[in-house]
């Protein structure tokens, strides 16, 4: 915590990892992101939840500058991982994302094996120096990914020969091999049927003790499951940021109630 | 989930590096970046230049075969020097005596010696004695007038006048000594002789082999017409009415996959191999003459059958199935709801994929030697419009090829001029197409 | 009577007939179209489509037929003491058939009488003569024979045409009756005229199966003849291609190695210069380009594919051959003396590379970006950079259908004709040295089949045999380019 701002650490204790102030995101002439803060801490898993279109996709990929990939997109605001503006000019993308991992709504891995789905990450950023160092890491990220046991076998087979539950964990590990900070996860088990959604979910939880995992997600169920602390975000605004039991049980704003309920979304 | 419970790694400690400073690591990789994207670059930049280089050494090398030089000389000739000259034993070499002499003379008359070389003069002029008495056997009246006679220059000084040829370059040979420049030096001071447009190079006939200066492309490009006339009648209706079948009619069994295939096949197949296909069915099989614009149409339309019957049937596949199923559900026959109503709503698209197709096959040279259609002087145009189908003629990239298989240089020239004939030909088609294209495009 | 008057005749007949079977429909219903099963101008066109479908069928059929049978005919009337020695019987008949058109031209002319011209016991001498003043024959050596059979040939043309013609008329008739009988309120004409033009439909999308069986059989029953003439495992497997010049065989040496040798050589060098230049532009175009960029840069790539190879193959020979001696030839700027002439692998393959530049992009481009968004996102995801992405994840997945383009792109340089026609020489040579000419199959083809020796002989049946390999070797790769292309494309879709 060099000179940023001294943040407020709130109810448990927890760090604050990234901390979002006034953030607005224009897609050309659209408003999407307006005005949103939020602080997200370290060591929690953070639901994003709201209709669809509302945005938490968006802004989740502010956080990770995945949307530099867009070119009509534009981020206005402060968002500070640890205290240090991911915005800045001086960041280079490529650095940030290998601290704020991703995974995405379909499971998408590299027409690759599966050892080297997961080597690509710490090859590339050269984490490994040898050849067992990356065998370490590849089981280790592996096992982190609840995977080890399926697939410790059939190592060089191509990763695209699993199944969609299982890809989409060899994802989450593939992310969690370049041992990033944090972790954002794009829907990750909309494509994914209820047992392989369940595997998916288990693993989230075990992946709070040494990550803050954000996750976007259309079923607040999981929302309620995985998470401790809940934003409700709608039109582009985020409506309400609160422990996840306060939010499924009694949240103030009514738009939130409405949602819960399945009035609205 | 047991295997991440027993997870025996246990997390190493958090890296603290900061964002804003770039590591070693990362720089190395960004230049690697930039050194990918300048690959790339580079690459846009190499095929950009090639196309830079063929348009400048075409456009040098071909503008000369627009222009011709000519020397003008002014002189009278009376009844008495044509009686003369008609009472000799050989004509034509008196008349050329007489225009040798008025050459000299309007020479000195500029203040310029030169020799009076009969021979010279020839290489310089061409045979002037057999243009002169023509011209007054045709026109008797001009005799006692003074005329401004005209006369082209040969291949050779028309290098020399445009810069192909040099002092230091030439060679003596029977076609030009390096003293004869030394009259067409004298000629340029004097100022009879000039450049001017070479109309019949657009609309003249090819010449023989070693009077390059006499070629022209009118003739091959009247046959390339009556092929593409051949291509257009034949290709359009097959190819419409084959897309068709394939895409609206055509059930899903072995004869259709068999039809698909041959045609995405017959696409990539060599265009010599039609040109094969040409010389044994259509002119050994069919006995059809040689060096027919009507074979060559045929085999130009075989070749682009593939590719006019792949871009209609993406026209046809861009009209949405919603107009078809309002067609049928008034009652109309699946016949009537694609002639009415897809066939229609697919033509701008047809149209450009068929001028696209013409195109290419108005360039398509291998074919068109196979079947004869090269080596040929036309003699004179199609008489008939018909006879225009059948008759012996050349083509216009087959023309071009002729004139550069030949060993006098002064064909290249008419050569690059031929190819700047033919590319604004297909320039105005590819425009055309473009042109159709944005007009009637409809996006669904 | 000329084949254009039956046509129109035959045309007029249809008019009639689509006008009779539309007001007969019409009339039978009573005037009110309402009564009839179709609309009233289909009873027309099935009347129409049952005259014009059939006559001018049996005419074309006729057509074709009718010079083979009458070649036939008259062969058998030529003894066998009238073919000279090494030629063949295909040589007389192409006399008697120049002769034959010789005298129908004369007497359309007015030189000749008819009479004079189908009189078989003419005096020969003056009848030639009169050919020759009219400008019919060039050959001296008319024989009384040749004269009578092309006679014959004239007399058979000309019954043939008759028949034919009174046939046609015939069958039209026929077709008009049957039509306009047909026409009544309940006879289905949509249905039929439906069925009709499906079968022509049928038809027009058969041409690509008749032509695909027609170069094969052209090729293969000329090559057949070919390896009756000259030993296939000689051909196959000789490393000497010389041909000798007198067109009568024997001599010559006819294999197709050198050949071959020439063409892979060329298509190596050329495809050196266009997969990297291709490839990397199609990356650019598709990964870093913006639209600007793009929107100016892949058209003018494409120019290049517009370009007809003549045009190449003049550039060739007098821009790039010219200035590649300036550099590698003697007391050229490298001052090495490696290039002789013009003419050479190096010239002909980088002008073909260019060629295929744009060939090798626009295909690669298409392929790189049917390469799922959430593949690029993947890899962005964990910190990758764009170089790092296209080079370990895009160019992976798109592999196949790359390589299936290169394989596209590979059949293209083998087939193609007039730029080694014109830029790689006409030596045939197994050599390495890339700035010495060679030549290809494709060359070898052109230079085969215009040369002026007769159709019979092995150094021009031979090019069809090298048409069969070339047509097999761009076969091959094409089909396995478009399986590999066809399953790339299935995989993302």
Redesign the interface.
Known sequence: M?DAPKLETALDQQDIKISADKVQVYYGETHAIKDVSVEIEDKTVTAFIGPSGCGKSTFLRTL?R?ND?I?ICRVQGNIL??G?D?Y?A???P??????V????Q?P?????SIYDNIA??PR???LANSKADLD?IVE?SL??G????EVKDRLHAPGTGLSGGQQQRL?IA??VA??P?VL?MDEPCSALDPIATA?VE??ID?LR??YSVVIVTHSMQQAARVSQKTAFFHLGNLVEYDDTSKIFTNPSDERTESYITGRIG | MSDATIDPVTQPAPKRSSLHQTDARTRKRNAAEKRFKAYGICAIAVGIFFLVVLAVSIIRSGLPAFTQTVVSVEFTMTQDQFDAAEGELFKTKAYSAFFNNALVETLKEKGLEVESDAKAFERILGKTGGTLREFYRANPDELGKEVDFELSASSRVDGYMNGRLTRDNMEDSRFLEAADLDIVDAMITAGIIKETFNWNFITGADSGVDNPGGAGIGASVVGSFFMMLVVLCLSLPIGVAASIYLEEFAPQNKFTDLIEVNISNLAAVPSIVFGILGLAVFIQFMHLPQSAPLVGGLVLTLMTLPTIIISTRASLKAVPPSIRDAALGLGASRMQAVFHHVLPLAMPGILTGTIIGLAQALGETAPLLLIGMVGFVARGYPEGFISGFTDPNSAMPAQIYTWAARADVGFYEKAWGGIIILLIFLLTMNILAVILRRRFERRW | MPLSWLVIIVLAVSAVGYYLGRSRALAAAGGNSRDLHSLPSYYGANVLMKIIVPAFGVMVIWLLAQPLIIDRSVASMIPPSEIDEGASIGLVMAEVNRTAEGIRNAVAEGTMSREMAEDGRAEFVDFTQRLKDAGQIVTSNLSATIVRAAQRTNEMVAAGNMYMTALVLLIAAAGLGWGVKEAKPLFRARNVVEQGIRALLIGAASIAILTTIGIVFSLAFNTVEFFRLYNAWDFLFGVEWAPSFSGRGGSSSLGVIPLLWGTFYISIVALAVAIPVGLFAAIYLSEYASPKVRAFAKPMLEILAGIPTIVYGLFALLTVGPLLVEIFGEGGWLGVNWQGGGRAVMTAGIVMGIMLIPFVSSLSDDIINAVPQSMRDGSYGIGATQSETIRQVVIPAALPGIVGAILLAASRAIGETMIVVLGAGAAARLSLNPFEAMTTVTAKIVSQLTGDSDFASPEALVAFALGMTLFILTLCLNVIALVIVRKYREQYD
């Open positions: 060099y990770n995945m990939t070119d991982l640890d240090e991911i800045h001086k960041v280079d490529v650095q940030l994302r290998a601290k991992g991703m995974v995405f379909k998408n891995p590299f027409p690759k690509y990450g590339i950023h050269g370490v280790k096992r982190r609840a995977i080890w046991d994802c593939r992310a370049t041992e900070e954002l595997q288990e693993l075990e003790k040494n």
